[in-house]
T-cell receptor
C-alpha cells in the first residue's frame, strides 16, 4: 500500500534545463495537488487537479506546467529551470472535490537549480 | 481570499510541559480545518481535522485542537510533550478544491 509516490527524491539541475516530476497515487483519489515548500513560507499550491482531465492554477503557477495523465498520475514540469525554483516539492491527493477529506502527501522531491 | 496565519514561527518547550501552537484563518464562509505534522526529511501527515460538530477535536499522539468560530482560530494543544514531538506543524484550511497551508511552526522539545 504505497499511498502517494514521487520520483525522483533528489535532483540537481542547471539553469535553463527542463525536467518532469512524477507523482502517482494508488488510493483512487479524484483530487491531486503540487506544492512547493520553502523556509518560512509553508506549503504553497502550484497547481491542482480536481478530477481526471482538469487542472487549475494555484498560488504560484508561473514557470510550471502540469499534466493529469490519468486518475493515478499527476506530473509537474519545469520547462526552463531557474534558481528561484530551488525548493522541496510535494505531491498530494485527496478523496473528492469539494469534499472533506484530508490530503495525503508523498515524501517530497528536493530540487536544486544551480 | 483565504489565508492561514500561524503566529509563532518557532516554539521551544521543555519535555513534559504543555504546548499550544496558534492558528488563525480568514474566511467568511464555512471551512474545514486541519493540523499536519512534518518530521525531518519526511512528507506531511495528518494530526487532526475539524469538519463540523464538537469544537474540540482529538487527534493522534495526544494532540487536540479547539475550533473557535468567533475568533476564527484553531489552536493546537498537547498537555505534555515528548522529545519525539519535535517537528514542523502546519495549520491548513480546505474549501472546495483547494487546501491552503499556513507558514508552519517549528516545535522544539528540550530535554
Amino acid at each position: 500500500n504505497a499511498g502517494v509516490t514521487q520520483t525522483p527524491k533528489f535532483q540537481v539541475l542547471k539553469t535553463g534545463q527542463s525536467m518532469t516530476l512524477q507523482c502517482a497515487q494508488d488510493m483512487n483519489h479524484n483530487s491531486m495537488y503540487w506544492y512547493r515548500q520553502d523556509p518560512g513560507m509553508g506549503l504553497r499550491l502550484i497547481y491542482y487537479s480536481a478530477s481526471e482531465g482538469t487542472t487549475d492554477k494555484g498560488e504560484v503557477p508561473n514557470g510550471y506546467n502540469v499534466s493529469r495523465l490519468n486518475k493515478r498520475e499527476f506530473s509537474l514540469r519545469l520547462e526552463s529551470a531557474a534558481p528561484s525554483q530551488t525548493s522541496v516539492y510535494f505531491c498530494a491527493s485527496s478523496e473528492s472535490t469539494g469534499g472533506i477529506s484530508e490530503a495525503f502527501f508523498g515524501q517530497g522531491t528536493r530540487l536544486t537549480v544551480v | 481570499a483565504q489565508s492561514v496565519t500561524q503566529l509563532d514561527s518557532q516554539v521551544p518547550v521543555f519535555e513534559e510541559a504543555p504546548v499550544e501552537l496558534r492558528c488563525n484563518y480568514s474566511s467568511s464562509v464555512s471551512v474545514y480545518l486541519f493540523w499536519y505534522v512534518q518530521y525531518p526529511n519526511q512528507g506531511l501527515q495528518l494530526l487532526l481535522k475539524y469538519l463540523s460538530g464538537s469544537t474540540l477535536v482529538k487527534g493522534i499522539n495526544g494532540f487536540e485542537a479547539e475550533f473557535n468560530k468567533s475568533q476564527t482560530s484553531f489552536h493546537l494543544r498537547k498537555p505534555s510533550v515528548h522529545i519525539s514531538d519535535t517537528a514542523e506543524y502546519f495549520c491548513a484550511v480546505r474549501r472546495t478544491d483547494k487546501v491552503i497551508f499556513g507558514p508552519g511552526t517549528s516545535l522544539s522539545v528540550i530535554p
